[in-house]
């Protein structure tokens, strides 16, 4: 049993923590000799073994004292490589930020995690500075998705390591950011669930930013239920307060504008078997066009992406600079174009998008949103390595959908419901406007296994 730990869902492995039937030291040395034996070294760029060996030792005796912290008390987690760890430079994905100031103490949110009673296994890789939602990265390489079987495929980005480390196996929760879809969409390329909470749920402190406006964080995992018991410790409880709703009576809106465009093969196949599912399940369907998505495209093609201008601000005297040559060319290329968006163009946006919020805030009301987490499975590797401009143009289609979720302010859920091109994964998306997190967890509880398939 000792090598499964990993493949186990949060709930699984706590219950045998729990009970006494796995120790948090063997648990934490079967995790370690787990990602030593995968082939793919990609996946983490810095493993914590001293640290998490400390914290297993503190949590078996807490447990056999009688002191278990709950439910995560020595339930392993991988850190993306954004988040501080105390005495380690954060590398954010490059190689410029190797050599860094230490930090001087953990991410508030790791801190919280660890107050829980997690051991943090290391940290995982990313596309540099979180700026691509393909997960490709030429500095640490690219950890493959684990569900191809023809060929090499992309893991998603920019959480590309923590997608891989839970879908493998490696271990049971990983905690990724998204900025522009960077949770949801390697959970959904990998097969696994993908929490993205409502900017702001969480402490920020020690996580280094792509942009402000936009930044959010959420857990990559094997279930709803084990999203929703690491949201209630991220957030300082001992235990979750979301309860599950029936679906019955529960209204779901399904935009027909946008997010439909262009679907790759067997992806509107798997998502509408979802749909038909939660429909039989007693939740109410609706179609509905959301005139903002073209408005925001629209936005973004006048005055430039919120997020490159921001990303620019923050990186701009290193681009003027000696680093941007050790950088990812893709990347550098990218974060040039918020150069071109002014200080007008810059208060245009966030003028525009207070206006979008609220217009959809009240054509949505107090229903749920429904559409494909990516508009396609995950695409092959090599190609994307070697041009440019396809990379470009997949990376504009990978984010589309989710992107659209963080300039609205949404939070959302990908959950697995099925497979498309070449068997690989599809996500199904529930969302729901900003600082509805419970009320969407409450639903997604219930609605995961519908959407999966696992009974109707």
Same mark, same amino acid.
């Given at each position: ?6 493949? *186990? ?17 063997? /648990? ?59 005495? *380690? ?20 949110? /790791? ?6 009673? *997690? ?63 960077? /949770? ?40 709803? #239920? ?18 599950? #709703? ?12 946008? /997010? ?10 798997? +998502? ?98 429904? +559409? ?51 068997? *690989? ?32």
């Amino acid at each position: 049993m000792a090598l499964t730990f990993g493949a *186990m869902s949060i709930a699984q492995l706590s219950l045998l923590i729990q009970s006494g039937k796995a120790d948090p030291v063997d /648990v934490a040395e079967a995790i370690f000799d787990g990602i030593e034996q995968y082939a793919d070294k990609a996946v983490f760029t810095l493993l914590l073994r001293e640290r998490a060996m400390r914290e297993a030792h503190a949590s078996s005796k807490r447990i056999r004292d009688g002191r278990s912290l709950g439910a995560l008390d020595g339930i392993p987690i991988a850190w993306k490589d954004l988040f501080d760890i105390e005495g *380690m430079a954060t590398t954010a994905g490059s190689v410029v930020l190797t050599g860094g100031a230490p930090a001087r103490q953990d991410a508030a949110i /790791v801190t919280k995690l660890k107050n829980a009673g *997690m051991l943090a296994i290391g940290r995982t890789n990313m596309s540099e500075f979180a700026f691509s939602g393909l997960g490709i990265n030429p500095h640490y390489g690219t950890p493959e998705n684990p569900h191809s079987r023809d060929v090499p495929r992309i893991p998603g980005g920019s959480s590309c390591g923590a997608g891989v480390a839970v879908a493998a196996g490696l271990v049971p929760v990983a905690m990724g950011t998204d900025t522009g879809g960077s /949770v949801r969409i390697p959970a959904a390329l990998n097969g696994i669930v993908g929490y993205k909470a409502t900017r702001g749920r969480y402490a920020m402190e020690g996580v280094y930013p792509l942009a402000t406006s936009l930044d959010s964080l959420g857990p990559l995992c094997r279930s709803v #239920q084990d999203a929703v018991w690491v949201d209630a410790a991220m957030r300082g409880l001992t235990a979750p307060t979301v309860a599950r #709703q029936s679906l019955k009576g529960v209204e779901i809106v399904v935009p027909r504008n946008i /997010v439909f465009d262009g679907l790759g093969s067997g992806v509107a196949e798997a +998502f509408e078997g979802g749909v038909e599912r939660l429909r039989s399940a007693g939740a109410h369907i609706s179609p509905i066009d959301i005139p903002a998505f073209e408005e925001i495209l629209a936005l973004m093609a006048k005055h430039g992406a919120l997020v490159t201008a921001e990303a620019f601000a923050l990186h701009r005297e290193r681009l003027a600079g000696p680093e941007a040559a050790r950088m990812d060319h893709r990347v550098v290329l990218r974060t040039r174009l918020g150069e071109k968006t002014s200080m007008a163009d810059y208060i245009a946006i966030l003028a525009e998008r207070t206006r979008l919020i609220a217009e959809v805030d009240r054509l949505v009301g107090n229903r749920f949103l429904a +559409f494909p987490s990516v508009a396609h499975v995950a695409p092959p590797i090599a190609a994307l390595e070697r041009d440019d401009e396809l990379f470009f143009a997949v990376n504009v289609k990978t984010l589309r959908n989710t992107a659209l979720g963080n300039f609205l302010d949404w939070c959302g859920v990908s959950i697995p419901c099925g497979n498309g091109e070449a068997g *690989m994964p599809v996500g199904f998306l529930l969302s729901a406007p900003a600082n509805r997190d419970e009320a969407l967890l409450a639903v997604s509880l219930t609605a995961e296994a519908v959407i999966r398939g696992d009974r109707i």
